[in-house]
């Protein structure tokens, strides 16, 4: 039984958007003034104001290089440098860009921003789609925990989140019961954990709902483990005993609990399993009372949701709310909109945002550079403006300031304003504001990547084959220095298919400036490097083995020389290798 209903829910949000300017205000306030001793407030002069003029004109725009030596502090114990009470744990960031985590604060104040956002999404999203007391087979995992210098437990945001009693009271109010059971979530052995959950999901399939994770990548990874493993999955059902891959204790004691022998369910399972072509809607075959398929869906994750409608057949897909391992922004009040349109309202009462008006240079603008500039911006910048004060159809980067110590923090996260929620805006994302691929006045971000290779793609579907992911280098080791792409493919195909692939790639980069920079020649021919299956898995193994979540694994887009562990991977295991001859005179 619910502690709360879930109109009150929305009734409260529509209260909270109607006011969003003067909450704005007021959460500022409260941020200053429950911070207002803390070292780096007092050493910026504020000297007790609150209001957002003196707060602007005293604090400067920071991005997590500049923040990163007081949190180094807080991680060796001097744990109050930026809030007023202390810090009591921090946060890990993936670590799939650089190579390594970034350090982030946490508090309880996270935790309740965390709890509001799940509410008001999850009350959106039962009123389109209203699910009763069933079960949510849910592919989420824990990460390590490691102690800080100082004596606090740092560990990835999700892990934060998930073991806090706030979080555990808060979703048994507001989502259906997870299949599997808490040993499995916070188990030591992803692949443990991953073949429980499937295995749990399929004892309890007449009762699953909502199939969910935290980003698209976790569903469609498991499925495809699903392909590998679901004769052994039905053997345990029909036996009632547990395989023996399973050998953590306390993953195998808690499971074995659940599992009886159950010959009519093994049978039901495998007699649809054969039937499946190629595993097309898998999920409503094998869980038919499900109503959704639901996680992070934008941005990186996008590249995933073709082979997700796949497996969903005619499930819809839904995105879910806008976050960051910062903090929330943003929740899926829309929940009926495809996951290429979702928007996402800001709650004006969990923290402070800005926006950093952003335009793109003109077309002749950028020719113009590229004849006497040897580097561009991808955008041209204006001042902040307040939360209110954004325009529809404009693109902005974010500023957050949030209760756990970020002041004016640049997100780096790219966003249009889709409209307004009364008074708060609905952002859709956009991108990474972070370049991918630049050589010389070439400016390429993770969406243009995605797009090349998804153009270059639709060479590969005649063929009935696709994309399992990709990501990309920059080699400036040859004289020019040329893009490196990296593919992992369902299956092997021809030389011809894979040149195609290579010169459709090279012209689908559409940025002015590496168009111009091939044309001249200061950009060398597009390489394109196939790599063995299960490449990509090896690199997930690489980071899960640094202490990464799945919940929070991101495929790195580019890999840099800095990240050399996964260059090496992906190096080691191309077997094909191809040049562009498209701009070839």
Not at 320 to 329: K, L, P, T
Not at 431 to 447: A, G, Q
């Amino acid at each position: 039984m619910r502690v709360f209903s879930l109109e009150s829910v929305i009734e409260e949000f529509e209260a909270l958007t109607n006011d969003a300017g003067r909450l704005q205000t007021e959460s500022l306030r409260k941020i200053l003034e429950q911070n207002g001793e803390a070292e780096y407030l007092r050493n910026l002069g504020l000297g007790g104001r609150t209001d957002p003029e003196s707060f602007r004109a005293c604090v400067p725009l920071v991005t997590h290089r500049d923040l990163e030596p007081y949190i180094q502090r807080i991680a060796d114990g001097d744990t109050s440098v930026l809030t007023g009470k202390p810090i009591t744990s921090i946060s890990l960031s993936s670590g799939t860009t650089q190579g390594k985590p970034k350090f982030l604060p946490f508090n309880d104040e996270l935790v309740q921003s965390t709890m509001q956002i799940y509410r008001t999404s999850f009350a959106f999203r039962n009123r389109e789609y209203p699910i009763g007391d069933g079960k949510a087979l849910q592919f989420i995992y824990s990460s390590r925990q490691v102690k800080t210098k100082g004596g606090l437990i740092a560990t990835t945001a999700t892990t934060n989140v998930y073991r806090s009693e706030q979080f555990k009271r808060t979703m048994k109010d507001i989502q259906s019961q997870c299949t599997s059971p808490d040993e499995v979530i916070f188990g030591p052995d992803f692949w443990q954990s991953l073949y429980c959950h499937l295995l749990c999901g399929l004892i309890y399939s007449n009762e699953v709902q909502i199939i969910s994770s935290t980003f698209a990548h976790s569903i469609v990874h498991a499925f495809r483990t699903l392909e590998q493993v679901w004769e052994e999955l039905c053997m345990d059902i029909r036996e009632g005993v547990l395989s023996s891959r399973i050998t953590v204790p306390s993953i195998r004691s808690a499971v074995s609990k659940l599992l009886i022998p159950n010959p009519s369910l093994a049978d039901s399972i495998y007699n649809k399993c054969v039937r499946l072509s190629n595993w097309y809607g898998v999920i409503p075959e094998l869980w038919p009372n499900a109503k959704y398929v639901y996680g992070i869906m934008t941005g990186s994750m996008e590249p995933y949701l073709k082979k997700l409608r796949h497996y969903a057949g005619s499930l819809p897909l839904m995105s879910a709310d806008y976050g960051s391992s910062e903090g929330w922004i943003g929740a899926n009040v829309n929940p009926s909109l495809i996951p290429e349109l979702a928007t996402f309202a800001v709650l004006p009462n969990i923290g402070y945002f800005e926006f950093i008006p952003l335009e793109k240079p003109e077309e002749q603008e950028q020719e113009q550079e590229l004849e006497n500039s040897a580097s561009t911006i991808h955008y041209i910048e204006s001042e902040p403006v307040g939360l209110t004060e954004v325009e529809i159809g404009k693109e902005y980067e974010i500023i957050v300031t949030n209760f756990a110590g970020l002041y004016r923090y640049r997100l780096g996260d790219v966003v249009r304003v889709a409209g307004f929620h009364n008074s708060t805006p609905e952002l859709q994302f956009v991108c990474r504001r972070s370049l991918v691929l630049s050589i010389n006045i070439d400016k390429n971000t993770e969406k243009d990547l995605q797009l090349a290779v998804e153009e270059a793609a639709k060479l590969l579907a005649a063929e009935k084959l696709e994309v399992v992911d990709f990501t990309s280098h920059v080699d400036t080791s040859t004289e020019p220095g040329h893009y490196v792409i990296f593919w992992e493919l369902s299956s092997d195909t021809t030389e011809e298919v894979l040149r195609s692939c290579c010169n459709c790639l090279d012209l689908a980069f559409v940025d002015a400036g590496y168009i111009g920079s091939r044309k001249v020649g200061t950009i060398g021919p597009l390489e394109l490097r196939v790599v063995r299956k299960k490449t990509f898995e090896r690199i997930l193994e690489h980071f899960l083995g640094l202490g990464a979540a799945m919940n929070q694994f991101k495929t790195p887009r580019f890999v840099s020389l800095s990240n050399s562990k996964v260059l090496q991977i992906l190096c080691r295991n191309v077997t094909r290798c191809y040049f562009s001859t498209a701009y070839d005179i």
